[in-house]
DNA sequence: TTCCGGAAAA
DNA sequence: TTTTCCGGAA
């Protein structure tokens, strides 16, 4: 899967998404923003740096207050730490203020001012990763690079409904391959500003104006009815791990089993005695001199929960008789009886390669 | 309360 | 590779 599909949806019908994408650009995306068709590469720069992670109804009067205060890279390299700082309350990540600065200031020492023309110089700067250098690159100099945000990776994982995480590197990777399948090279410009006003406006996280949208008829997550399963992240959920060390009790053909409690992991499912603990489990449990024989350690599982890995350790131990208390919660089953009770496939695993029971 | 999002530091 | 940085909208 994967390639192959990837390449024959994108050349096989022509580039129907830069076509259509660039038809709903021409046509109906109006949307009027200060810096849009901008060419100066300096109110670009701004305006991308205030669009990082900022909503641009938000970013807008951020936008006009700086070209006001700053209308060139000298006078913002040339102001005070603080004034700039000022400028930029209440805008969050303030990080961005502070490379803001250090940029200005370098492209002025550095570059005469004049803001870097290439790629490569362009992401050297201070706050420019590959988002902000695509952007910068691709609208003040016409150079064919496309950028990929967070509306790309939208707009990219639904019309191709890519299954591949965008949140790694391989997803990262996988995704940077999509959208140059599909890239207009000749209108690097108007295509970035389309696919991400696109995102933007129609392919929306929630309430996705899918009716009408130009490109519905090739989105697959549409013909699929998964627009909202995409794009797919990693969940960044906490991984606990447990450790197991599962002790099956043996006398006389018989064998201790116990159900498993509510609030916990396989709920009702059968197990043998449980000792959790972080190291290897001792059988302090257990009245020593009860014990006949002791195999230890002669199985080992891992299995991978939602939210859990539980490692187990099995260990065999043969009594010479029952031991009167401390295991009044489980019951002495025949062994020909065990494989009637329902395990977690953990135990199961156990039981398959013990052919001994 | 949860989701969203680029870059840099850890 | 993971975590941190922020505020607004749903």
New binding site residues.
Partial sequence: MGDSFYFCTSIMIDNFFAKQLLSWHHLENNRILPWKGEKDPYKIWIS??I?????A??GLPYYERFIATYPTIEALAAAPDQEVFKLW????????CR?LLATARQVVAEYGGKFPDQYAQI?Q???????????IASFAFGIAVPV???????VMARYFAAPEP?????GKKKFNELVTSVFDERQPAAFNQAIMDL?ASVCM???AKCEGCFLSSGCRAYRENSVYVF?V??K?I?VRHRYFNYYILEVNEELYLQQRPPGDVWHDLYEFFLVESENAGTTDFLDQSLIEEEKPHIFRSKQRLTHQLIESKFSIIKLKKKPRSGFEKGAWIKKINVKNYPFPKTIISFLEEMPYF
Avoid: W
């Fill in positions: 991308e740096i669009l990082q992670q900022t909503r109804e938000q309350q209440g805008l969050g990540y303030y990080s961005r490379n992401i700067l201070k706050g420019i990763g590959p988002y902000t250098a695509a952007a990929i945000d967070g509306n790309v990776y939208r965008m949140d790694t590197t391989t995102g996280p929630k309430q794009p992240k990693t960044k906490a």
